[in-house]
């Protein structure tokens, strides 16, 4: 089985206010997940200085991400009997989407053997195999 379609032998979960539960059962979205790129989302907020103001207001971008992940997984799970490969290719995409605005100004990010290029510049995230 290719890595990029491997299951995870148990789920991970993630807690999430607003989704409730995010699972997680691709190997390749948890490793992502892993990754310190993805990990350094959580010292970003997601709201800004709104915290100040409003003391619940407590959201960074790694939530945020997980959150993306979880609505892209529902829409794709509903389009999966059509579109099967396809379906994780999406969610990496939109898991990994976050990066962009924070990464070095000209990147590359290759995960899954698609490539998003804005120039010569390399950003690739290290994944185990």
């Known amino acids: 089985m290719a890595y990029r379609q491997q299951l995870l032998p148990m789920e991970k979960v993630f807690r999430d206010p607003v989704h409730d539960y995010i699972y997680i059962q691709h190997q ?15 010292r970003i907020k997601q709201l800004g200085t709104t915290s ?9 971008r790694f939530g ?9 997984r529902r829409i794709c799970d509903n389009f999966e009997r059509n579109y099967p490969t396809q379906a994780l290719v999406t969610v990496v995409g939109m898991i990994t989407s ?3 605005h924070y990464a070095p100004p000209c990147y590359t990010i290759s995960v899954t053997g698609h490539t998003h290029t804005h120039s010569s510049t390399s950003f690739t995230p290290t994944m185990k195999p």
Do not use: K, M
Request: charged content about 20%; aromatic content about 12%; some cysteine.
């Open 98 to 100: 976050d990066w962009s």
């Open 52 to 60: 100040l103001t409003f003391h619940g207001a407590e959201h960074s």
């Open 64 to 72: 945020h991400c997980l959150g993306v992940y979880e609505i892209t």
């Open 28 to 42: 390749v979205i948890l490793d992502l997940i892993n990754t310190s790129e993805f990990q350094r989302l959580r």
